[in-house]
């Protein structure tokens, strides 16, 4: 038997050790290696080192900032909206759920498809000439916007992406609204506090970690997205509706520029790194002033 106080611990970390590096490290250091590399899909294995002018090349480029800007205000509008949306509902379907607790089933139908379906079929729905919603907005109105013109895009990505996530921020709300402890709002009830000052005094206090974490989870979702917004609008009129996916996309498949791709995914994975570093720091230093 092998003692683990003796640092035989090591040996059951060689396998883990070792599937890191082969299926990690190995790209990792290609991928580092393209990125200062002039190299396209006709030089992949005689890639030509040109430095940090990939790099350059993409801190250059207005399409990168415009497209950082859509992911970063998309990420953020979308867990705000799917984050207050989720907890209204928790709070306010809780009483019903709690008695038929079947119904938790149909409201999570939309996590259960496929983000690129939900982009294909929305796609059809909203479509200017044969789309049913702008054909009854027609007939009953009289007009009817281009949810998919370059001024309506973004808003319309915005509201399918939230009617289709907005059910996960609504099962982790429940999750965690329904394991507060009847004592502490009878208690509470008792001492005179009514029921918006139980919600906001107490219930979403206890709730706090589980808000916390569902709105990064979600501005990390939304940050990265991709598929839907692909399938719905493509990078939109004018590249309007370019996520960084999107553009790191372009740049592999369409423009053939492999090293620009790869340096422009090299600085999405750092911003990313140090921005996750930074909301932990800050987590951090937050519980020690708590304590």
Excluded at 227 to 240: K, R
Aim: hydrophobic content about 55%.
């Amino acid at each position: 038997m092998v003692d683990l106080d003796h640092k035989g611990w090591r040996i059951f970390a060689i396998p883990l050790v070792g599937f890191l590096l082969l299926f990690l490290g190995f790209p990792i250091l290609i991928d580092l290696v393209y990125s200062l590399s002039r190299v396209s899909f006709t030089n992949l294995r005689s890639p030509e080192i040109v430095g940090f002018g990939n790099y350059g090349e993409v801190l250059g480029d207005a399409q990168f900032w415009r497209a950082s800007w859509f992911s970063l205000r998309f990420g953020v509008i979308t867990a705000v909206l799917e984050c207050v949306l989720g907890l209204g509902l928790a709070v306010f379907l809780s009483p019903l759920i709690e008695k038929r607790s079947w119904l938790m089933a149909p409201l999570m139908l939309p996590l259960m498809v496929a983000p690129a379906m939900i982009g294909l079929m929305y796609r059809l729905v909203l479509h200017e000439f044969v789309g049913p919603v702008p054909y009854y907005l027609y007939l009953w109105f009289g007009d009817s916007p281009s949810f998919l013109n370059a001024e309506n895009a973004f808003w319309t990505l915005v509201v399918v992406e939230t009617l289709q996530w907005t059910p996960f921020a609504l099962l982790l709300f429940y999750t965690a609204y329904r394991a507060i402890p009847n004592d502490v709002r009878e208690a509470s009830a008792i001492d005179g506090a009514s029921a918006r000052q139980i919600l906001t005094a107490i219930e979403l206090p206890l709730m706090r970690p589980t808000l916390v974490f569902t709105f990064f989870i979600r501005f990390i979702d939304g940050f990265r997205v991709f598929d839907n917004v692909y399938t719905l609008t493509g990078s939109g009129p004018g590249g309007s509706t370019t996520s960084l996916p999107i553009y790191i996309y372009e740049a592999f498949f369409k423009q053939g520029a492999i090293g620009k791709a790869i340096a422009a995914s090299v600085i999405l994975f750092l911003a990313s790194f140090i921005g996750l570093y930074a909301l932990t720091w800050l987590s951090r230093r937050g519980k020690g002033a708590a304590s």
